[in-house]
Antibody, heavy 118, light 106 residues
Framework: EVQLQESGPGLVKPSQSLSLTCSVT?????????WNWIRKFPGNKLEWMGY???????NYNPSLKSRISITRDTSKNQFFLQVNSVTTEDTATYYC???????????WGQGVMVTVSS | DIQMTQSPSLLSASVGDRVTLNCKAS??????LAWYQQKLGEAPKLLIY???SLQTGIPSRFSGSGSGTDFTLTISSLQPEDVATYFC????????FGAGTKLELK
């Protein structure tokens, strides 16, 4: 069974970078599909952030494009999210999720809560 | 960006009730709409795609309808395990989510 699990620090200071890892088991991230990051803000609004596909190409939400980077380590079957210059507005629960060519998210991680605060 | 508006934001219903949740798009998205269920402390689960197609493994009491700008998710007979927040998502242009409807038991 496909499983995704996020990990990373729960607290980040303003202006610093937020770095998260998504570990995938049960499926190789180089085989197929797109591997996404999605966040849910306090108040429940969900925002798609971007993906890395099985070939290693990326696509980002235009609203975040200047601040985020999604990379991967194929030897560990992991992909990563980095968000630069964070503010309190980046406080959210961050999820990794799988999708196909159509952005339907069929497998999700449990999520990791990240608070941006000094 | 296409905005998705869900109503109501909170819905209380009794076990066995027929429940309808609404989702409205700010422009025509044809049938490019999905519904997700998120229980407390769990990851979201895909229920419906293409407005009315049931994802594998989802109980048949869940159904979706609509096209264009107005969509509904219906639970034909509410069960206790259906308590959750439900999100709609458009994928006609990029993808954006609604703010959710929280469904609780009366």
């Amino acid at each position: 069974e496909v499983q995704l699990q996020e990990s990373g620090p729960g607290l980040v200071k303003p202006s610093q970078s937020l770095s998260l890892t998504c570990s995938v088991t049960g499926y190789s991230i180089t085989s197929s599909y797109r591997w996404n990051w999605i966040r849910k803000f306090p108040g429940n609004k969900l925002e798609w952030m971007g993906y890395i596909n099985s070939a290693g190409s990326t696509n980002y939400n235009p609203s975040l494009k200047s601040r985020i980077s999604i990379t991967r380590d194929t030897s560990k079957n992991q992909f990563f999210l980095q968000v630069n210059s964070v503010t309190t507005e980046d406080t959210a629960t961050y999820y990794c999720a799988r999708s196909g060519g159509i952005p339907l998210f069929d497998y999700w991680g449990q999520g990791v809560m990240v608070t941006v605060s000094s | 960006d296409i905005q998705m508006t869900q109503s109501p934001s909170l819905l209380s219903a009794s076990v066995g009730d027929r429940v309808t949740l609404n989702c409205k798009a700010s422009q025509n998205i044809y049938k490019n709409l999905a519904w997700y269920q998120q229980k407390l402390g769990e990851a979201p689960k895909l229920l419906i795609y293409n407005a009315n197609s049931l994802q594998t493994g989802i109980p048949s009491r869940f159904s979706g309808s609509g096209s264009g700008t107005d969509f509904t998710l219906t639970i034909s007979s509410l069960q206790p395990e259906d308590v959750a927040t439900y999100f709609c998502q458009q994928y006609y242009s990029g993808n954006t989510f609604g703010a959710g409807t929280k469904l609780e038991l009366k």
